[in-house]
């Protein structure tokens, strides 16, 4: 199989990713073509059933053509290969739990419509720099057929779109889960370089105190720590009743310092809670503390710098007066005209553009990765400054867009968060996927016929 068809596969199989991280953890660029066994190695029988799944069946051939793909990528990834009965046996539960999984989205309305497949096919001929009926023809020649990749395309956008309506409300991101993620990527140092900023309430303890003594200070800081929690000022407070120097003129503020820098103390009383969070009573030898958060940010570490991209782009939405067709001709001859120097793009999106960018000329600013949805963004990373793409389908409907400039930018603290809570995101959608996945290949009647081979 030619190298470029190779691309081709791989760029149509990375749709996977988004709905079966179980087979993206496997998938790799296959050296054979996917849907036909090696030369050596085909079936000497016919293609044969071998399981059932709710009325649908599952060939020989479909096991044969996931086999090859698993193996080749163990093979470049020098990971061990599995004995085959065993590689067999696990790829046929793979497609019964995909089979399962794409009933499950036709019963509950989901489609795939033309549209989105037809921008699929177009993304993989893009990435692969070749038009639609070039990859057509390519596919053909590597004995491919053409429908069965469309269809193959159509199922990864079913069950993606099954994932997000079925396991996007049942994942919540907590601030803790951010900070506890940033600490994990940050290793050992990472909370070393933790800046904050406490202010303290100290209610001293006398060296020979008695324990009556001790007693009656401890609730006096109880008192004072249920004040502070209650809403009370933390600065006031301290001015009024802390015992620690200085308290009276800086409200028991220490300042914005490392970690480090601190009282172990206080950063193992306040290591969980967020700005504004008051710890509990706390004993050291001086008496007992109160603390209270002012400020947390990761301090000393070096910020992230990622490609931004300032893009502009004209949408058009489908409906009864406007087919999706008449929406991408309409576009096309927008992209002519524009290439021609006919017409001004931002001009044009003010006109006809129904996206709230439409008053700004369909200028959507300076954008991180990750900020568009996946078919917008593909298509987006492809382009060349001052290049108009395609008309594109997404969701929200048809799009031309433009890309004006690129540039290298350092993520701010607040960007840095919100990249750690989209990857948490993820991979809490990752571990609710194993569990959503189990339930719907529980709940399928499923009926074993031959064993592949």
Not at 35 to 40: Q, T
Not at 109 to 123: H, L, S
Not at 159 to 165: I, P, Y
Not at 357 to 362: F, L, P
Request: one cysteine or more; charged letters at 30%; a neutral charge.
């Amino acid at each position: 199989m030619k190298a470029r068809s190779l691309a081709l596969w791989l760029a149509c199989a990375a749709l996977a990713e988004l709905c079966l991280p179980a087979y993206a953890q496997l998938r790799a660029a296959p050296q054979l073509n996917p849907f036909l066994p090696p030369p050596d190695s085909r079936p000497r029988a016919a293609d044969y059933i071998v399981a059932v799944v709710n009325s649908e069946p599952i060939t020989n051939n479909e096991v044969r053509s996931r086999m090859i793909r698993f193996e080749q990528q163990l093979a470049q990834q020098g990971s061990p290969m599995p004995p085959r009965a065993e590689l067999a046996r696990q790829v046929l539960e793979r497609l019964i739990a995909e089979k399962a999984q794409i009933q499950l989205a036709r019963e509950n309305g989901i489609r795939a419509e033309e549209g989105m497949v037809d921008n699929a096919e177009q993304n993989v001929a893009r990435q692969n720099q070749m038009s639609v009926d070039e990859l057509r023809k390519r596919l053909k020649a590597d004995g491919i057929d053409v429908a069965l990749f469309r269809e193959d395309l159509r199922n990864q956008i079913l069950l993606s779109r099954l994932r997000d309506r079925e396991l996007e409300s049942r994942v919540r991101v907590s601030e803790f889960e951010i900070d506890q993620f940033l600490r994990e990527q940050q290793g050992q140092a990472g909370e070393a370089n933790m800046e904050i900023n406490l202010a303290h309430i100290l209610v001293a303890v006398p060296e020979k105190a008695t324990g009556p003594q001790v007693a009656a200070l401890q609730q006096r800081a109880m008192r004072l720590q249920e004040r502070a929690k209650a809403g009370e000022d933390f600065v006031k407070l301290a001015r009024e009743s802390s015992d620690a120097q200085g308290a009276s003129n800086n409200g028991g503020v220490i300042g914005l310092r490392t970690a480090d820098r601190y009282p172990p103390l206080f950063v193992q009383a306040t290591r969980d809670l967020r700005p504004g969070g008051v710890s509990e009573v706390v004993r050291s030898e001086a008496g007992f503390h109160i603390v209270k958060v002012l400020e947390k940010r990761q301090g000393g570490v070096p910020g992230v710098n990622v490609t931004q991209t300032h893009a502009r782009h004209i949408l058009l939405r489908p409906s009864a007066e406007l087919t999706e067709a008449q929406a991408k001709a309409r576009l096309e001859d927008v992209r002519k005209r524009v290439e021609a120097k006919q017409a001004d793009f931002a001009e044009v999106a003010k006109q006809i553009s129904q996206d709230a960018s439409a008053r700004n000329g369909g200028d959507l600013g300076w954008a991180n990765p990750g900020l568009f949805v996946p078919e917008f963004e593909d298509v987006l990373n492809q382009l060349t400054p001052g290049q108009v793409s395609e008309p594109v389908v997404t969701r929200f409907g048809v799009h031309l867009i433009q890309l004006l400039e690129r540039r290298q930018s350092q993520l701010s603290q607040r960007e840095q968060r919100d990249i750690a809570r989209g990857l948490v995101r993820e991979r809490k959608l990752d571990e609710a996927y194993a569990t959503w996945a189990q339930e719907v290949r529980g709940r399928a009647y499923v009926e074993y016929r031959e064993p592949p081979q």
